[in-house]
């Protein structure tokens, strides 16, 4: 925090840096009792920008000088890379947002290619392959997942390699890969039989067509009130639910959850039965 206007700023020292050894750009504030501001060489997005010359802009908010019009002032900084022996597999969706990163062997690419050039998200053994050499080791698989290990959503994907060698242009290669939804969920079509369950009867099928054997399903039965009448478990396709005796005549929910350990995905959805008495 400062309690005086910026009147002018400039760079503290050399008007170069090296982010690669730790370096960082200084800039004093004139007329702000000896503050300053840095810059590590780093985009938003957190990756270290590649080596050139920079703008800086340094902006004093009126809103912290009431009264007084906006006060900047422009310098320009020299970024300076070392050689980048692995600078990695970048995929960016279609807003330009860096969404993994694959850490590569070093080497220059050779070429760039993404095969197959679309895949289903969250299918089991679906995924990208991307290459960049002829060698085995010049390849890295992509599951559709991002840096934290979430599924991206559907859209245009943007692969790129950029090679850096000290004394040499950068070499960037590009490809795009395709990812598409899922056309049918877990719970879709999914039904309680009968509906209405006719008086007598003390039991309710729920048939879960997309559910496999192996899936988790949890079936739980509530009043329209919000109270748990009964609940059950197991895998599909179909799941038999024992109502309790004396259960009176309405309408009530029935709470489907299913978990699929082979798509690693899971999907909640509601029945609205009628029971009759």
Not at 47 to 53: D, I, P, T
Not at 173 to 200: E, M, R, Y
Not at 213 to 224: F, G, I, M, N
Not at 225 to 245: E, H, K, M, N, R
């Amino acid at each position: 925090m400062v309690y005086t206007n910026m009147t002018g700023a400039s760079v503290l020292g050399a008007n170069s840096f090296c982010p690669d050894l730790g370096g960082q750009a200084v800039f004093t504030l004139a007329g702000t009792e000896g503050a300053t501001a840095t810059w590590d060489g780093k985009s938003s997005q957190g990756q270290l920008v590649q080596g050139g010359v920079y703008t800086v802009v340094l902006v004093e908010n009126p809103e912290n000088s009431p009264g007084n019009p906006a006060f900047s002032v422009t310098l320009t900084v020299d970024v300076l890379r070392t050689q980048q022996a692995d600078s990695g597999v970048a995929i960016y969706n279609s807003a330009g947002e860096l969404v993994r990163h694959i850490t590569r062997v070093p080497g220059s690419a050779q070429f760039l290619k993404v095969s197959p050039s679309s895949f289903v998200e969250g299918k089991q053994g679906a995924g990208a392959r991307i290459s960049w050499g002829p060698s085995e080791i010049d390849s890295a698989g992509w599951d559709g997942s991002n840096d934290a290990g979430a599924l991206v959503g559907p859209g245009l994907y943007e692969v790129t390699i950029v090679t850096e060698v000290a004394g040499q242009p950068a070499s960037k290669h590009t490809a795009f890969v395709q990812v598409i939804g899922q056309t049918g969920g877990l719970l879709d079509g999914a039904a309680a039989v009968p509906n209405p369950v006719p008086s007598g009867d003390s039991t309710l099928l729920l048939s879960i067509p997309n559910a496999a054997a192996t899936d988790s399903v949890q079936v739980r039965l509530y009043t329209l009130a919000g109270g748990l009448v009964v609940q059950t478990s197991g895998g599909g396709p179909q799941i038999l639910l024992d109502l309790p005796p004396g259960l009176s005549g309405g309408v009530y929910l029935v709470a489907l959850q299913d978990y699929s350990p082979t798509q690693g995905l899971s999907q909640r959805s509601m029945l609205k039965i009628a029971i009759l008495r």
